[in-house]
């Protein structure tokens, strides 16, 4: 019993730690927490909804696709809404507010034109679940666990291994100092934010599988948000730590407490752990300098 | 008045009193609360509950729900107002969505997603119009204070701030427990003029309604939050057919005014007597103009 339900809590967890990473690539660069990433998350599993039906799409192009339009949607939110303000230095309150009124024109927009209705994606996998022993493991969940592993260590090569990786890892340290060594702030930022929107293309096409697609979706990622506080805003593996102790938390209190009080207790972790260790569980405090 | 006309000042003034909490917390002291709705939420089941269980008098009832709701302001501000604003902005977005949440579930005194249905509508002009101009005259004088000048020092720079000795966490700590008070006010009005309540009235929606008031208007000026409350909540009841399509203005509107004049309408300038006089002079110095050099051909 408490074997399966662990197994469930990774594989939901899984699906929050695309999103986490996401949240927290943006800032780690930016030092801001972009509000609108689930609505990128959104569209990517519309995109993906409509490769599958409309099109016809055979799954890999559509996967593909969300993923593309996915990262070109996030850098094109990053030119209208944070560019401006990032040239002009704003603060980051304002950058928070601007994510939050791209965030509420996307969800309304696709409310308005596309309509409220829940969509279900066709079946492209057989859901028959797998048995290990007592243990059964979704076919849907493992395939989601997978691809997720996969771009979470592509993402990781990418940043550690590559020369662009690297231009990411100055900037987020000090971008004025790295522009200052020849690294193009514009440049890392849209890839920076072309990562983010397209693993957020891709946990939208999973999310959509599991579940289904939706106009107000995106609010879904406010648990991959406390995931990444959980874990600490800014790092990498603290998103996905903090991914899979939210998902277990999550399938736990719904298991053994109430399935109407799971929401309760990932917020009530987070506060938890804000008070225990400030910066998250693998986040270092920074102390503000004059 | 028509009936209609006063439904609008209704609510205009219960929107006005939470906008004027949100305009001193996220505006003046710069910390952004994505949550409203669950202190309008907490201050409006407290006063229902007060009234309908206890039958108290309806001012017990408001004060009630004011204090239940600061109170609370104080405990969630406790662990997150010393952290980064980030932290802060999305604990209240959580916490609003746990009270939602919590209101469903205890079916037993909240009657949960179906709500408490017929309160005594006891919310009178009479008592709202001067109890919100009050407010409005009480912050804008406590804004004009030292006190309202150091939350603007925590707002511009916190680490400055704390360099000319201003308590950082204690100017946060109040403004938060001021916007509990006037959510937790404002929840109870509004649940005693409509006479109803669910949970599904204080969801995302209603927060985010709030802050966009706050963010027209001028994020650094009360009177500007009192203008663009007043004319986002009549807007809608104008503007009926377009009804659908008024979040997603909201929302381009919102990142426009960001990267255009972050400061919103009004900035941080007041509306008053001397201001509207030099626009008043500014404007007719204009049109004399105008006038000079169309029919005299002297300018």
Request: with cysteine; glycine share 10%; proline share 3%.
């Amino acid at each position: 019993m408490i074997w399966q339900e662990i197994i469930n809590g990774i594989s939901i967890g899984g699906v929050y730690a695309l999103i986490a990473v996401g949240y927290s690539l943006v800032y780690s660069v930016l030092n801001f927490s972009n509000f609108a990433h689930g609505e990128v998350l959104m569209i990517g599993a519309y995109i993906g909804f409509y490769a599958l039906t409309a099109l016809r799409f055979p799954f890999w192009l559509a996967i593909a696709l969300s993923i593309v339009l996915g990262g070109v949607v996030a850098i094109t939110l990053e030119k209208i809404g944070y560019r401006p303000l990032r040239l002009r230095k704003a603060p980051t309150l304002y950058f928070m507010i601007s994510a939050m009124g791209l965030s509420i024109f996307l969800q309304n927009f696709t409310l308005v034109t596309i309509g409220p209705n829940f969509r279900t994606y066709p079946e492209v996998f057989s859901f028959d679940p797998f048995e290990i022993g007592s243990l059964s493991i979704g076919s849907l969940d493992l395939i989601i666990f997978v691809t997720t592993a996969f771009c979470l260590g592509l993402l990781t090569w990418f940043i550690y291994k590559t020369k662009l990786g690297v231009a990411i890892q100055a900037a987020a340290y000090n971008m004025r100092v790295a522009s200052l060594m020849g690294i193009n702030p514009d440049l890392v930022v849209s890839i920076v934010f072309f990562m983010a929107g397209a693993s957020a293309g891709i946990a939208g096409v999973m999310f959509g599988m599991k579940y289904t697609v939706y106009p107000w979706m995106g609010s879904l990622t406010i648990k991959a948000f406390i995931a990444a506080v959980v874990g600490g805003l800014g790092s990498l593996p603290g998103a996905v730590l903090g991914a899979f102790i939210l998902g277990v938390t999550e399938t736990f209190a719904a298991a053994f407490v109430s399935s109407a009080f799971r929401d309760l207790f990932s917020f009530a972790l987070m506060i938890f752990i804000i008070i225990l260790r400030p910066g998250g569980l693998m986040g270092v405090v920074v102390k503000e300098k004059a | 008045m028509s009936v209609y006309v006063q439904g609008i000042l209704f609510l205009s003034c219960i929107n006005l009193i939470a906008v004027l909490g949100l305009s001193l917390l996220t505006g003046f002291t710069g910390s952004f609360n994505f949550g409203q709705a669950g202190f309008l939420a907490i201050g409006a089941y407290a006063a229902t509950l007060m009234t309908v269980k206890v039958h108290a008098p309806f001012a017990v009832a408001l004060v009630t729900g004011m204090l239940a709701s600061g109170l609370v302001s104080i405990l969630l501000g406790y662990p997150t107002l010393r952290l980064k604003g980030d932290y802060f902005a999305i604990a209240t977005l959580g916490f609003a969505e746990a009270v939602r949440l919590l209101i469903e579930n205890l079916e037993k005194v909240t009657g949960g997603s179906r709500g408490i249905p017929s309160i005594p509508t006891k919310t009178s002009l009479g008592t709202l119009v001067p109890v919100t101009l009050a407010i409005v005259w009480v912050m804008r004088n406590y804004i004009a204070s030292r006190h309202g000048r150091n939350c603007v020092a925590v707002r511009e720079d916190e680490t400055a701030a704390q360099a000319i000795a201003v308590n950082v966490f204690r100017y946060k700590q109040i403004s938060f427990f001021v916007n509990g008070l006037l959510a937790g006010l404002s929840g109870g009005f509004m649940a005693h003029y409509v006479g109803f309540i669910q949970p599904s009235m204080f969801g995302i929606q209603k927060s985010t309604e709030l802050i966009v008031m706050v963010i027209f208007g001028g994020m650094h000026s009360i009177t500007g939050s009192v203008l663009s409350a007043v004319v986002l909540t009549s807007l809608p009841e104008v503007l009926r057919a377009a009804a659908a399509w008024r979040l997603v203005m909201y929302g381009a509107a919102v990142v426009f005014i960001m990267v255009v004049r972050p400061e919103g309408l009004l900035g941080s300038w007041e509306l008053n007597i001397r201001s509207i006089k030099a626009m008043y002079r500014g404007a007719s110095q204009f049109f004399r103009h105008l006038y000079l050099r169309a029919f005299h051909g002297t300018a």
